[in-house]
């Protein structure tokens, strides 16, 4: 499976952004897929994360009520739409497709990320 994650840029604070990740190659129809994010300096964390069938998400606490997760199967494309950004919304955003554990994913694959940058 390759993951193309594309839609970053600068962005001042309040503003919106929406990622897309597109996925090509062996995709599967039992994959979740989901966001994790890589701020300067600090590790790799889940943002978001949607189920195959689209009817289960999942966030990371701080962008709940800003960031929402949603996917086009048709389209083999995965968005996330941005809200109300912050600066420490900050970081590489990395597209990933694997499963579902609790409220997070494991992640079988990985796309290159895409750099958001939310100014003050």
């Known amino acids: 499976v390759q993951l193309q994650a594309y839609g970053g840029g600068p962005v001042q604070a309040g503003g919106y952004l929406r990622l897309s990740c597109a996925a090509s190659g062996r995709t599967s129809n039992t994959y979740a897929t989901g966001w994790f994010r890589q701020a300067p300096g600090k590790e790799r964390e889940f943002t978001a994360a949607i189920s195959w069938s689209g009817g289960s998400t999942y966030y990371k606490d701080s962008v709940k009520g800003r960031f929402t997760i949603s996917r086009d199967n048709a389209k083999n494309t995965v968005y996330l739409q941005m809200r109300s950004l912050k600066p420490e919304d900050t970081a590489v955003y990395y597209c990933?497709?694997?499963?579902?554990?609790?409220?997070?994913?494991?992640?079988?694959?990985w796309g290159l990320g895409t750099l958001v940058t939310v100014s003050s």
């Open positions: 990933t497709a694997g499963y579902i554990v609790g409220d997070s994913m494991e992640s079988d694959y």
